[in-house]
């Protein structure tokens, strides 16, 4: 997890008076350490020091012009809200509970820290010290996670098939800017798209998803409980988004430490045994599931590509990993 230290928060900061009176109300004084959590986003830990307690603050820029992310990043406040009154207030599946939010500083979001190990760290141990059951055992885990978030959330009408339409053409614009594929490239991946998206078996009752479960955002404490994290881009979806996230992830996770391609198959299955385990009929669930899920894979394989930190020879391989599992996925 990355952190660097930026010292003590100063008392002249409107932010002090806030954290003091609204997330830190019972400690007098109080005294705030502040270090940033991430590289790229507006995101940082104040530890108190008398109670050594820590919240996250999570800011927006006040310049932002997007309004489509800037409805996202403050949504995630009510996000949070609508999934704890839906029952993840508590372990062993729940959502870190929000605190406080301030627009008129940017302030989007205080919420609380999470402590405990998220999955990509049981994924490095699985990869570089042999911990497969560790990785197997919070899989299990997190699909139980999962489908209880799903099945609490199910919905009488279909998830928006246009929606996911428009995120693939976006991807998809996003990796031609980066010269990762080219036109022509583009107009192949759009028609595998459009043949996707005419398949009878990708309509699919849409449920409330997590929106970006990738491994840094499932937090597992010591025992068997899982914290879910960064929800702001939560919405009502198929319910194999996150699924095929999950393992859209774990695909890249083996592939770009160990460059085998196959390395990650027997956790993919191990995660959606355990996930369909939970249907009344899991074979039925299962088969389901796996006909749509090479679509969401491949979608999250071209996400993941976009990431200008990971080596370009890596980037245009999982990028051509995304092809072959779109054209595979149309042949069964």
């Known amino acids: 997890m990355y952190a660097k230290y930026l010292g003590q928060l100063d008392r002249d900061d409107p932010l002090h008076e806030i954290l003091a009176f609204r997330a830190f109300p019972d400690i007098k004084n109080p005294v705030f350490h502040v270090d940033r959590m991430s590289c790229n986003h507006l995101v940082y830990r104040y530890s108190e020091e008398k109670s050594r307690v820590s919240v996250v603050g999570k ?173 702001e881009r939560m919405k009502k979806s198929d319910k194999v988004f996150d699924i095929g996230m999950v ?24 995660f959606l045994k355990k996930y369909t385990g939970n249907f009344p009929s899991p074979m039925n669930a299962f088969r389901e599931i796996t006909r749509r899920l090479p679509f969401y894979m491949a979608l999250t394989e071209m996400r993941i590509a976009r990431n200008d930190w990971l080596d370009w020879g890596y980037r245009k391989r999982i990028v051509w990993e995304a092809h072959e599992c779109l054209r595979w996925g149309l042949r069964q």
């Not at 139980?144 to 995120?167: M, P, Q, V």
């Not at 028609?191 to 998803?209: G, K, P, Q, T, Y």
Request: hydrophobic share 40%.
């Open 59 to 231: 800011f927006f820029d006040l310049q932002e012009r997007n309004e489509e992310k800037l409805s996202r990043i403050k949504g995630e406040y009510l996000n949070l809200l609508l999934l704890r009154d839906l029952g993840f207030n508590d372990q062993p599946f729940y959502v870190v509970k929000p605190l406080c939010r301030e627009d008129r500083i940017g302030l989007a979001l205080v919420e609380e820290f999470v402590k405990g190990k998220d999955l990509d760290h049981y994924l490095r141990n699985a990869v570089y010290r042999g911990k497969r059951h560790e990785l197997k055992r919070s899989l299990s885990r997190l699909a139980s996670f999962l489908h209880t978030l799903h099945s609490r959330t199910w919905g009488k009408e279909n998830a928006d098939i246009g929606a996911i339409d428009r995120y693939f053409l976006k991807i998809v614009k996003k990796l031609q800017r980066q010269q990762l594929i080219s036109q022509d490239s583009a107009r192949d991946y759009l028609n595998l798209r459009d043949r996707w998206l005419r398949r009878s078996f990708m309509a699919a009752e849409e449920v409330i998803v997590h929106g970006d479960a990738t491994p840094t955002n499932f937090v597992f404490s010591n025992s068997d409980n899982v914290a879910a994290i960064d929800l």
């Open 247 to 270: 393992c859209g992830e774990l695909k890249h996770s083996f592939l770009w430490r160990t460059g085998d391609p196959y390395a990650a198959e027997p956790f993919i299955r191990h």
